[in-house]
């Protein structure tokens, strides 16, 4: 009798020593399965073909300066304006050569708030370390609503424009963004806001920062 109750509870312990054990790897490899999910999220997207596209909502930060004589009433002063907006972008193009390095594609971005601007260009990226780090240049042309002190009235300015930047990857092709743009001086479009001002010159440079998605799967 007694050694069947001791082979009944060697039985039982037995048992519960295997579930345990199997708890156990079911918990390690739920573990390990966690492990590789966030590791797989928190690395750059994989490059699966030749097209990418990017997209760009953050702010924008100008600054702008520029000696203005009003002719109708010969009345001279500096202009010398910052301005904060709302920054959105969208680009798309081709990448290839070694390791998916080079990016050549398309830019269209603007801003709205206190300044609006649309600008369109080409951009050259370098997709390094794996695609960690992106920085780019590109060249384009941007036109601009304009304000005078003292002047209720908007004009349009335009010229062309360079910027460089920097993209860093936080997740999945999610990162941040950040890029300084500056170009040729700024002329009015119209050949008569361009008169009534003794044909301004507006010097400006800008900064933009933004959360970017890189899609390299379209």
Request: glycine letters at 12%.
């Amino acid at each position: 009798m007694v050694k069947k109750i001791l082979f009944c509870l060697g039985l039982v312990a037995f048992v519960f020593a295997q579930e345990a054990q199997g708890e156990e790897e079911i918990a390690s490899t739920e573990k390990q399965k966690n492990s590789e999910y966030w590791k797989s999220v928190f690395q750059p997207s994989e490059v699966e073909g030749n097209v990418y596209g990017t997209f760009r909502i953050g702010y924008a930060y100008q600054y702008q300066n520029g000696k203005i004589t009003n002719t109708q009433t010969s009345h001279t002063f500096d202009s010398k304006q910052q301005l904060n907006s709302v920054y959105f972008g969208i680009e798309r193009g081709w990448i290839g050569l070694k390791n998916k390095m080079l990016m050549v594609g398309g830019y269209l971005d603007g801003a709205a708030g206190q300044t609006f601007f649309l600008s369109v260009g080409a951009r050259v990226s370098a997709r390094l370390l794996n695609g960690w780090l992106i920085p780019h240049a590109s060249f384009g042309y941007q036109i601009q609503h304009l304000s005078f002190p003292a002047d209720t009235a908007q004009y349009n300015m335009h010229g062309g424009v360079g910027t460089v930047g920097l993209f860093v990857n936080v997740a999945k092709g999610f990162g941040v963004d950040f890029s300084l743009r500056a170009g040729t001086p700024f002329y009015l479009v119209k050949a008569v806001d361009a008169k009534k001002f003794n044909h301004p010159v507006i010097n400006h440079v800008g900064f933009m920062i933004s959360f970017t998605f890189y899609d390299f799967s379209i």
